[in-house]
């Protein structure tokens, strides 16, 4: 079973900076897949917060442009989301995901949580 392991998540005070880490399976993490962050906060469906798109580009929800910065390294196999000035509405559990071959994969979540 293909498995996105994420880590990163935490406490963290409104302004903070946290960085996020999803390691993906080699067999998936291709430059063809589509690979992207999504936020569900409580009582709220997932949305997406920024994505890496085939073509190399970024996209990010409007919420998060300017400070949130989605990124690969190819040699870890890693996605990171380094979110900067931290606000209480970015709280909620963070997912990873790719897409890939008609296939739509997902990590556990890891908990992010903007609070004084």
């Known amino acids: 079973q293909v498995q996105l392991v994420e880590s990163g998540g935490g406490l963290v005070q409104p302004g903070g900076s946290r960085q996020l880490s999803c390691v993906v399976p080699?067999?998936?993490?291709?430059?063809?897949?589509?690979m992207g962050w999504y936020r569900q906060a409580p009582g709220k469906e997932r949305e997406v917060v920024a994505s890496?798109?085939?073509?190399?580009?970024?996209t990010y929800a409007d919420g998060v442009l300017g400070r949130f910065t989605i990124s690969r390294d190819t040699t870890q196999n890693t996605i990171y989301l380094l979110m900067n000035s931290l606000k209480p509405e970015d709280t909620g559990a963070y997912y990873c995901?790719?897409?890939?071959?008609?296939?739509?994969?997902w990590g556990q979540g890891t908990q992010v949580t903007v609070s004084s």
């Open positions: 995901n790719v897409q890939y071959m008609g296939s739509n994969y």
């Open positions: 890496l798109t085939t073509g190399g580009g970024r």
């Open positions: 080699q067999s998936i993490f291709s430059r063809h897949a589509l």
